[in-house]
């Protein structure tokens, strides 16, 4: 069974810094690409980041280019966001997916997602 | 990148269909057959129902099937049943290798 577990979110003030992790199990992590989406309090999903299996493609969103890191570990079948410069609009829940088989491209859906980890960014 | 248009709502007595749309552009929605469709029930996972235009996971029920005409794609549920109650979100694959989503439909079973 496919299983993504995030941690690492709590409350920072603004202008500080939080690692994300998301421990993978139950397939071959990196076999696949992963991404991390965002979900403000009222608000909709927004995609922030995916990388590819190996780790050598990175995409961002623009709200976040300059100021997110994604990585990832292989060897310890986990997935990491850095944020830095956290502003108040990065409040919200993070969620770790993995991505769907894709013809002709890294990623377009996430067939497997985690629970989430809260971010709360404020002083 | 700005987000895909949805419906904020759509509602339906059991046993009907309803349809969601949404649309986006030439760089999205219209690029590629690459949309999926995700339903949020709070405070939990999100989860797949639709993706490539018009697949079903396995184990997603048949209720739920997807279209894509020109820069639109549709997600119709047909036999509305009260589980269907959540929120649902479109996303695409982009000219610029990144993901966008839609802003939500909240689906109400009347």
């Known amino acids: 069974e496919v299983q993504l577990l995030e941690s690492g979110g709590g409350l920072v003030q603004p202008g500080g810094s939080l690692r994300l992790s998301c421990a993978a199990s139950?397939?071959?992590?990196?076999?696949?690409?992963m991404t991390w989406v965002r979900q403000a309090p009222g608000k909709g999903l927004e995609w922030v980041s995916a990388?590819?299996?190996?780790?050598?493609?990175?995409y961002y969103a623009d709200s976040v280019k300059g100021r997110f890191t994604i990585s990832r570990d292989n060897s310890q079948n986990t997935l990491y966001l850095q944020l830095n410069s956290l502003r108040a609009d990065d409040t919200a829940v993070y969620y770790c997916?993995?991505?769907?088989?894709?013809?002709?491209?890294?990623?377009?859906?996430?067939?497997?997602w985690g629970q989430g980890t809260l971010v709360s960014v404020s002083s | 990148q700005s987000a895909l248009t949805q419906p904020a709502s759509v509602a339906g007595s059991p046993g009907q269909s309803i349809t969601i749309s949404c649309t986006g552009t030439s760089s999205d929605v219209g690029a590629y057959d690459h949309v999926a469709w995700y339903q949020l029930h709070p405070g939990k996972a999100p989860k797949v129902m639709i993706y490539d235009v018009s697949i079903r996971p396995s184990g997603v029920s048949n209720r739920f099937s997807g279209s894509k005409s020109g820069n639109t794609a549709s997600l119709t549920i047909s036999g509305l049943q009260a589980e269907d109650e959540a929120d649902y979100y479109c996303g695409s694959h982009t000219t610029s290798v990144t993901v966008v989503f839609g802003g939500g439909t909240k689906v109400t079973v009347l």
């Open positions: 990388i590819s299996g190996s780790g050598t493609s990175t």
């Open positions: 997916a993995r991505a769907g088989p894709c013809t002709n491209c890294y990623w377009s859906w996430f067939d497997s």
């Open positions: 139950g397939f071959t992590f990196s076999s696949y690409a």
